[in-house]
């Protein structure tokens, strides 16, 4: 099987423009979810989806949105970027459906996009 | 909260054990986790302990649990050049399907 696949791996943006990430998960995994990495904060959960719906969210702005469609792809979309955007995203697909006490909950993630806001 | 906390460096010699530690403040815990993260990459799963369990043993890792003390370890056997890398731990809980990452462990391995 493919893994995560995540596009592009690189960009370049400048401040106030918005940009939009995209994510394949493995296939048959029907829950993603999304991951900033910076050297200070580390790694921080932004949302995950499953079945086109947004089951659980971070602690993030409103500038930072995402869909799932029905084949499972995801995309994030930040809008008006800041300087502190710049990071590492991560997406991660996971096979698990529930979300109850026994849930491994296992995640296996892509290679990242890497964002730098000028 | 979901505090994970790890020691930002480790250092060992080719074919020793390396030992990763971490803390846990969440008492609800489900499963813990390991991930290694190499220059350059994503994160990619090592192992995984269900919170009821005390040990278990992967090949070269090992992974022990105190749920007491909320304390998880990684031992590396034989580490090897190939495994320097950063080293997370994450922990899920109950009612909740995301992870809480540590701040990651920076391992170094000298020939």
């Known amino acids: 099987k493919a893994g995560v696949t995540q596009t592009p791996r690189y960009l370049i943006k400048t401040r106030g423009q918005q940009v939009t990430l995209s994510c394949s998960p493995i296939s048959g995994h029907r829950s993603v979810s999304w991951y900033q990495q910076t050297p200070g904060q580390g790694l921080q959960f932004l949302f995950e989806y499953f079945s086109e719906t947004q089951r659980n969210k971070g602690n993030f702005p409103g500038r930072f949105s995402g869909r799932q469609f029905s084949n499972s792809r995801s995309e994030m979309n930040v809008s008006t970027l800041e300087l502190g955007d710049s990071a590492l995203y991560l997406c991660?697909?996971?096979?698990?459906?529930?979300?109850?006490?026994?849930?491994?909950?296992?995640?296996?993630f892509g290679a990242g996009t890497r964002l730098s806001v000028l | 909260g979901e505090d994970v906390e790890q020691s930002l460096f480790l250092s060992v010699r080719e074919g020793d054990s390396s030992v990763i530690n971490c803390t846990y403040t969440d008492s609800s815990s489900t499963y813990l986790y390991w991930y290694k993260q190499e220059p350059g990459a994503g994160l990619q799963l090592l192992t995984y302990?269900?919170?009821?369990?005390d040990m278990k043993q992967d090949q070269r890792l090992t992974v022990l649990l105190n749920k007491k003390d909320k304390h998880l370890s990684l031992r590396i056997a034989d580490t090897q050049t190939g495994d320097s890398a950063i080293y997370f731990c994450a922990e899920s809980i109950r009612g909740a399907n995301n992870l809480f990452f540590g701040t990651g462990t920076r391992l170094t391995v000298i020939p």
């Open positions: 302990i269900f919170s009821n369990m």
């Open positions: 991660a697909s996971s096979p698990e459906i529930s979300t109850g006490a026994l849930a491994k909950n296992i995640q296996y």
